[in-house]
């Protein structure tokens, strides 16, 4: 499988189980690549936290594991 098709799937996964208020955004800069993890409420008025992952995991990596963080967060351990 290449990596195009695992962050289509990290994508789709993603898009499935992503917590109701949770965003995860995608940074994507020559040579590097970072995912945003917003946790709600998502706004700078309502006190909202992110978490911002630029390691050297590939970007399915930090996709997965930004969905799995946000499950845990909300406290959806069904699939986790």
């Known amino acids: 499988?290449?990596?195009?098709?695992?962050?289509g799937i990290a994508m789709s996964q993603a898009e499935d189980e992503l917590p109701d208020g949770y965003e995860i955004i995608v940074?994507?800069?020559r040579g590097k690549t970072a995912v945003v993890l917003l946790i709600p409420p998502v706004?700078?008025?309502e006190g909202g936290t992110f978490e911002r992952d630029a390691s050297?995991?590939?970007?399915?990596?930090k996709i997965r594991v930004a969905t799995k963080k946000a499950r845990l967060h909300a406290g959806d351990v069904s699939r986790v």
């Open 56 to 61: 050297r995991l590939n970007l399915a990596a």
């Open 27 to 29: 940074e994507i800069k």
């Open 1 to 7: 499988m290449t990596l195009v098709e695992k962050i």
């Open 43 to 45: 706004s700078d008025e």
